[in-house]
């Protein structure tokens, strides 16, 4: 019955601040603002395929989630960092080594790197990859990945 997760709602201390982030700074098409419920939705991909609902809430009211935003592979590999840096924000992966180098989850698998928002909810851009998925292998880089791949082409 369930076909996947159509909206998301995450509470922000300043509606214009993340209107402006999720909009110029994402390139997220917005769909509705409501100023006197201090609430603003957006389309994430194609529009009426899934939508980001931001609700101004006071700061203690506040707290931090995580969703991801599904990407292509060569988008992640090629354009995320600098797409991420062009807009000020810092990208990092989940092993928060001090690089910015996207890491695969092998038991997905799937590529992944991290950033985020004004009010410090963690975003991700996510592409789930080829190959059979391996726990064993935990979190690597995608040249680890792809090695893997080559050396075990048929797990």
Known sequence: MIKGIYETHIN????????????????????????????????????REYMLGLWEK???????MHFAFRCDKD?????????????????YNFLK????????????PALAIYFDDPDGHCLEFISILDGEPNEAL???????????LQQHPNT
Request: one cysteine or more; aromatic letters at 14%.
């Open 12 to 47: 922000v201390e300043n509606l214009e601040r993340s209107v402006d982030f999720y909009k110029n700074v994402l390139g997220l098409e917005q769909c509705s603002y409501a100023d006197d419920r201090r609430i603003a939705f957006f389309w994430v991909g194609k529009p």
């Open 58 to 64: 006071p700061k203690s009211e506040i707290v931090r």
């Open 75 to 91: 988008d992640i590999l090629n354009r995320s960092v600098d797409f991420l840096k062009e807009r000020n924000l810092k990208p």
């Open 97 to 108: 080594d001090g690089t910015d180098q996207p890491m695969v989850f092998a038991w997905m």
């Open 138 to 148: 935990g979190i690597i880089t995608y040249e680890a990945w792809q090695n893997h």
